[in-house]
């Protein structure tokens, strides 16, 4: 389970939801419906701590375009968008474990040799570690379809990690 630890005297807070425009509010709908139908969240009615929802691209594509000169320029498509939640200021006032993670080249010699490889998706196994029922109100966040928590740990926490 993973706890969330605040540091002392800090002062909470509760962000507004920006507006979204109606294609990107309809993917904020789809990702709040798939999250409440897999119960990784819950609606609530109101907390101390609330985060903003965001729209952010996915990883775009590198291709070569053309300008009005003939000259070629790389530039980056993006592919889609993806819902985030803003944690900024509750990662600020967090105390910070400091576990040492691994390093890249330690785990590429680890799976040297290996026959088979697994993808974590971030939907199907990071959303398994729950959080525990004190730290929860931490959590909240809103949209244009209310005042959501999280249950499971979510993406973009500073001591996220260590924990996963």
Known sequence: MHRIYIEDNSKSSREMQCRLNPNMKEMVKKEIIKWLDADIIYLISD???VSPTQIVPKKAVLTVIKNEKGEEL???ITTGWKVCIDYRKLNAVTKKDYF???FIDQILEKLAGQKYFCFLDRFSRYNQIAIFLEDQENFFFTCPFGTHAFKCMPFGLC???ATF
């Open 100 to 102: 040492p993670l691994s």
């Open 74 to 76: 790389q530039t980056r």
């Open 47 to 49: 907390s101390q701590w």
């Open 159 to 161: 001591n996220a990690p």
